[in-house]
């Protein structure tokens, strides 16, 4: 881990202790407004991010999803054995009680939940064929052991999707600042009603969030291979892809 005594607590491979634990607490506190404030953030892409991502996986499969929150993308995950992981407990509680009703209605056996820190996952080697990141990867204590945790738990052949803050490169990624620090900020504000609002402690994580060659690299570092990353339209959010060797 680098020195981050100059970031605020931050850089591109991870978080503090402290910062993160203020940093979980901030994001309990979204709860009850995540999915509109992320619908206008995302000016009503989220539905359409969260599709793609989903669509790299099939009826069948095991599926993981690190970093579920209060359940929106888990929700449509359809005909798959999935397992919702959290390190919050109030995220846990809330994604069981709307993703059981869901999985209920369509005669789907339950999801499981495990309540675990993405840097140290307590479930066995090589039991999942993918493994979903939505909106969670940013927020990782140290992203590299995260990864490898990832990596651990995938299946050979097995593959990691995610789906977190746009940063293709600097320029791109000052773009992303100022859109975070302006209309991001404004939005949070009109629907929390509280000029304290818990996603001023989020664009703060995005500013020392690092750039798609970052994180491939980093992800090479584990061991993944067929590293890809790209922009999802109209580029307020980038998809990571990669595979572990069979």
């Known amino acids: 881990m680098s020195d981050r005594s100059g970031t605020g607590g931050f850089d591109p491979s991870g978080i503090d202790e402290d910062a993160w634990t203020e940093l979980e607490r901030q994001l309990e506190a979204t709860i009850p407004v995540y999915d509109r404030v992320n619908r206008i953030m995302t000016l009503g892409f989220d539905k359409g991010m969260r599709k793609h991502v989903r669509n790299h996986a099939k009826k069948g499969m095991k599926v993981l999803e690190?970093?579920?929150?209060?359940?929106?993308?888990?929700?449509?995950?359809?005909?798959?054995?999935?397992t919702c992981l959290d390190p919050s407990a109030e995220m846990l509680k809330v994604c069981k009680k709307r993703l059981d009703i869901v999985r209920e209605e369509r005669g789907e056996s339950p999801a499981q939940y495990v309540e675990a820190i993405a840097?140290?996952?307590?479930?066995?080697?090589?039991?999942?064929?993918?493994?979903?990141?939505?909106?969670?990867?940013?927020?990782?204590?140290?992203?590299?052991?995260?990864?490898?945790?990832?990596?651990?738990?995938?299946?050979?052949?097995?593959?990691?999707?995610?789906?977190?803050?746009?940063?293709?490169?600097?320029?791109?990624?000052?773009?992303?600042?100022?859109?975070?620090?302006?209309?991001?900020?404004?939005?949070?504000?009109?629907?929390?009603?509280?000029?304290?609002?818990?996603?001023?402690?989020?664009?703060?994580?995005?500013?020392?969030?690092?750039?798609?060659?970052?994180?491939?690299?980093?992800?090479?570092?584990?061991?993944?291979?067929?590293?890809?990353?790209?922009?999802?339209?109209?580029?307020?959010?980038?998809?990571?892809?990669?595979?572990?060797?069979?």
């Not at 690190?66 to 999935?82: K, Q, R, Y």
């Open 119 to 246: 840097e140290d996952i307590p479930l066995p080697d090589n039991t999942f064929d993918r493994v979903f990141c939505l909106f969670s990867f940013r927020d990782f204590k140290d992203k590299k052991q995260g990864l490898a945790e990832i990596f651990r738990v995938l299946k050979p052949g097995g593959q990691l999707v995610i789906c977190d803050a746009g940063k293709a490169n600097w320029l791109h990624g000052l773009f992303g600042r100022i859109y975070m620090g302006t209309f991001v900020q404004i939005v949070a504000r009109i629907v929390t009603k509280d000029p304290n609002h818990p996603w001023k402690w989020l664009a703060r994580t995005y500013t020392h969030y690092g750039t798609h060659s970052y994180y491939k690299n980093l992800m090479r570092e584990v061991g993944f291979t067929d590293v890809k990353a790209r922009l999802l339209f109209p580029g307020m959010a980038s998809r990571f892809k990669c595979i572990k060797p069979e």
């Open 66 to 82: 690190v970093g579920c929150g209060p359940g929106s993308f888990a929700v449509g995950i359809e005909g798959m054995d999935l």
